[in-house]
């Protein structure tokens, strides 16, 4: 047996040590899924846990005889990120199939507007008003909820459903990137030069701190910027989870919805 006080840590069982012993046990497949999974090549100990995973796969699924197979299934919200965890030859996964995930659509709103009218909620908007402030909000469940949720609350207005909602909609979404620029702009005009140098480009970023970029980020804010100046910057924005780091000199923004409407903005 193993105990799981000291998984993974000095001296104690290994994750492959762990799952081996989990299917030869119950034998059956043990099925491991991690959300976001590309949240974790942004940072050392991600990696190592990722290539703990692929340590722990091989030991299950290439040992003869085995009751069962250990399956990793990593999903996440950044179509681009999770490419790179399985083409790049660095990557712990490469070479893992890689599917398109399809978003929750019509039928997921269909529901959630039929569980509120058997709970006696009106005035509700229409189905078609409901999915268009789906959609403005990135096809997120919790955007929806929460627009639902402010639209009821005004009811009182006399504001038709399919009038109001997508004024809710479009405020909540203008929201989400005020609360991200919010975060940028407390640690510094530069972070923001930097930010919107990573934000206006498609696929991941690169040359951040070179010349050129200071040169750029310099007229952004109007003083000199020293390439010294630059990294701790950086630092900082990936620290705060704003800027993704998925391979040396690549950066990213981290929520690709935030990047989304912040380019709408700048249009």
């Not at 959630?112 to 268009?132: F, H, K, M, N, Y």
Request: charged share 20%; net charge negative; proline share 4%.
């Amino acid at each position: 047996g193993f105990q799981l006080e000291t998984l993974g840590k000095e001296g104690g069982a290994t994750l492959a040590q762990a799952f081996t012993e989990v299917v030869d046990q119950a034998k059956t497949d043990l099925v491991l899924i991690v959300d976001e999974v590309q949240q974790a090549i942004t940072s050392e100990d991600g990696h190592q846990m990722l290539l703990a995973l692929k340590a722990a796969r091989d030991a299950v699924n290439l040992q003869p005889h085995m009751p069962g197979n250990f399956l990793f299934i990593g999903t996440g919200s950044h179509g681009a990120q999770i490419s790179e965890l399985t083409t790049r030859r660095n990557q712990a996964f490469a070479g893992a199939t890689s599917l398109p995930y399809p978003v929750l659509g019509r039928d997921y709103v269909e529901h959630v507007l039929q569980q509120l009218g058997e709970a006696g909620i009106t005035p509700l908007p229409s189905l078609d008003g409901a999915v268009a402030c789906f959609e403005t909000l990135g096809n997120r469940p919790e955007e929806l909820q929460q627009a639902l949720r402010q639209m009821h609350a005004a009811a009182s207005s006399g504001v038709e459903p399919d009038t109001l909602l997508p004024v809710i909609a479009n405020t909540l979404r203008s929201k989400a990137v005020d609360i991200e620029l919010g975060k940028v702009e407390g640690i510094g005009g530069l972070a923001l030069a930097v930010f919107s140098r990573v934000a206006r480009v498609d696929g991941n970023a690169r040359g951040l701190f070179s010349a050129e970029a200071a040169t750029e980020y310099a007229k952004a804010i109007g003083r000199e910027v020293r390439i010294d100046e630059i990294q701790p910057v950086v630092n900082e924005l990936v620290a705060e989870n704003i800027l993704m780091h998925p391979s040396h000199g690549h950066y990213e923004v981290t929520d690709p919805y935030v990047k989304e409407i912040w380019r709408e903005h700048q249009a």
